[in-house]
């Protein structure tokens, strides 16, 4: 049985969307994929030593608040300073009480099970990021590079 | 009493931990080995169904218990 590949491009830089890449990857993994995931724009916060990913409920109708904020202080309430980073703690504390994994772990076992993670290197051009605010460990590549592992792959994900 | 090599507590831990933690658990064994899970979590009665099925190690056995799940798994 060939070994089916999985590419990712993660593009998004927030503590709720960093978990779709990293589950879908490390499942792959365990499922015997070959798995990659290119991250690029704001994608790259993911790959950095120490991540500082928030959740905002701003823009985001669909996020469950508590105590019914939302209908109280409709959209102008969640510019509130403190908005952030107070949501970003319930949905922190809510992960741990519900056994969900943190995104470190998370990468640890993507890294631990072979998953490829690749940084845009335009992006950490275009940002003017260093390599040594990223994890070690990681790849730097462009365009070209993803499409050859993808032109291979049985699933292709833009998250 | 059913038998088996290794047991692995995924209680409390969410998908795709339980998976995950599996997995590693698997890779240590030698195969026709048995590995028996207990997790807490009911999206893992599909999921340890749909590992098995596409890694080829075995699911003996997948049963509910006053609200825990118990998977028997021998490794390929």
Same mark, same amino acid.
């Given at each position: ?159 | ?16 931990? $339980? ?8 890779? @240590?064994?030698?195969? =026709?080995?048995? #590995?028996?899970?207990?997790?807490? %979590? $009911? ?8 590992? @098995?099925?596409?890694? =080829?190690?075995? #699911?003996?056995?997948?049963?509910? %218990? ?11």
């Amino acid at each position: 049985m060939d070994e089916k590949k999985l590419a990712i491009i993660a593009t998004k830089g927030s503590l709720d969307w960093a978990y779709p890449p990293f589950i879908l990857a490390s499942t792959a993994a365990a499922l015997g994929y070959e798995s990659q995931i290119f991250f690029t724009f704001y994608g790259l916060q993911l790959l950095k030593k120490k991540l500082d990913l928030q959740v905002t409920p701003l823009g985001n109708p669909g996020m469950p608040m508590p105590m019914g904020m939302d209908k109280w202080f409709p959209v102008l309430g969640m510019t509130l300073p403190g908005m952030q980073g107070m949501m970003t703690g319930m949905m922190k504390k809510k992960m741990k009480d519900k056994g969900v994994a943190s995104i470190e772990d998370l990468r640890d076992l993507c890294q631990e099970a072979d998953v490829k993670l690749i940084a845009c290197q335009m992006t950490v051009d275009l940002f003017d990021m260093d390599s040594s605010e990223f994890i070690d460990g990681i790849e730097y590549a462009g365009a070209a590079a993803f499409f050859e592992f993808a032109g291979e792959s049985d699933i292709c994900l833009y998250i | 009493m059913a038998d088996f090599d290794q047991e692995l507590d995924a209680s409390g831990l969410n998908c795709p931990l $339980p998976i995950l933690r599996a997995k590693k658990t698997l890779n @240590s064994m030698d195969a =026709g080995q048995v #590995l028996h899970v207990i997790a807490t %979590d $009911p999206g893992s009665v599909k999921d340890f169904d749909a590992f @098995s099925k596409q890694t =080829g190690n075995e #699911l003996m056995e997948s049963k509910e %218990d006053g609200g825990k799940f118990y998977f028997m798994i021998k490794k390929a």
